[in-house]
Nanobody, 112 residues
Framework: QVQLVESGGGLVQAGGSLRLSCAAS?????GAWYRQAPGKQREMVAD???????NYAASVKGRFTISRDNAKNTVYLQMNSLKAEDTAVYLC?????????WGQGTQVTVSS
């Protein structure tokens, strides 16, 4: 079993930045950030493999950066140039031994 705890969300003005953290209770392999806005489907924002290969949704490419610190069992999401349409609950997803786990989510609100 792996517990994931997200932090770093909050209220920010358009054009601002936030850094989200996802701390895992045990070592993880694949890691990803998803988001879900009210009335919309959950969508993947970015993911990172155990070897550090990254992938981004087209809507955030060039603005967001996913990274990981294996020593801390933590995955990060640096979000720059935030837009109102980035407002959502951001959820961490991580894999350990082919089992996938979700965090509880952290709210990001971008005011225009």
């Amino acid at each position: 079993q792996v517990q994931l705890v997200e932090s770093g969300g909050g209220l920010v003005q358009a054009g601002g930045s936030l850094r989200l953290s996802c701390a895992a209770s045990r070592s993880i392999g694949y890691g990803a950030w998803y988001r879900q806005a009210p009335g919309k489907q959950r969508e993947m924002v970015a993911d990172i493999t155990s070897s550090g290969t990254t992938n981004y949704a087209a809507s955030v490419k060039g603005r967001f950066t996913i990274s990981r610190d294996n020593a801390k069992n933590t995955v990060y999401l640096q979000m720059n140039s935030l837009k109102a349409e980035d407002t959502a609950v951001y959820l961490c997803n991580a894999e350990r031994f082919r089992m996938y786990y979700w965090g509880q989510g952290t709210q990001v609100t971008v005011s225009s």
